[in-house]
């Protein structure tokens, strides 16, 4: 088991991560008939996104012996109604990393490569940009 999920009223629930016990509280957003006050599941996803590239970007960057501590993505997720469900993923990744064009090159590839992003519906748009500052 990798997770477990309560209800704990009024559209909120507590999902904990069986092996380590953090806990993730989610909420309806405000435009579901939610308070807004804790990410939403489809603010997650959008968010699991980023986490994912950053990740597996941060492993091929350690293979290269490249530090990309402090590097940043931006993420917005936009909803479509009818049915409703995420129609768009924004990721800006604020790479602050100096390295060369090959290397940008190669961490980018990655990042596109990652779990999240290939398991990601084909309808939902992913736009991703990167800034190497």
């Known amino acids: 088991m990798t997770s477990k999920v309560t209800y704990l009223g009024n559209l909120r629930t507590s999902s904990v ?14 435009d ?15 968010n699991a996104l980023a986490s994912c590239m950053l990740t597996v970007m941060g492993i091929k960057a350690r293979d290269m012996d490249v530090n ?16 409703r469900r995420i129609s768009k993923i924004a990721v800006a990744l604020v790479m602050k990393s100096d390295v060369d064009d090959k290397t940008k090159t190669i961490l980018e590839r ?20 990167f800034k190497w500052i």
Do not use: W
Not at 17 to 30: F, K, M, R, W, Y
């Open 17 to 30: 991560h069986v092996q380590s016990g953090n806990e993730i509280i989610s909420d309806a957003p405000l």
């Open 32 to 46: 579901n008939n939610g308070k807004g006050e804790a990410f939403s599941p489809t603010d997650t996803v959008a």
């Open 68 to 83: 990309m501590d402090d590097s940043v993505a931006e993420v917005t997720k936009s909803m479509q109604s009818n049915p």
């Open 110 to 129: 990655v990042a596109l490569s990652c779990p999240v992003y290939q398991s990601l519906h084909p309808d939902i748009d992913k736009d991703i940009t």
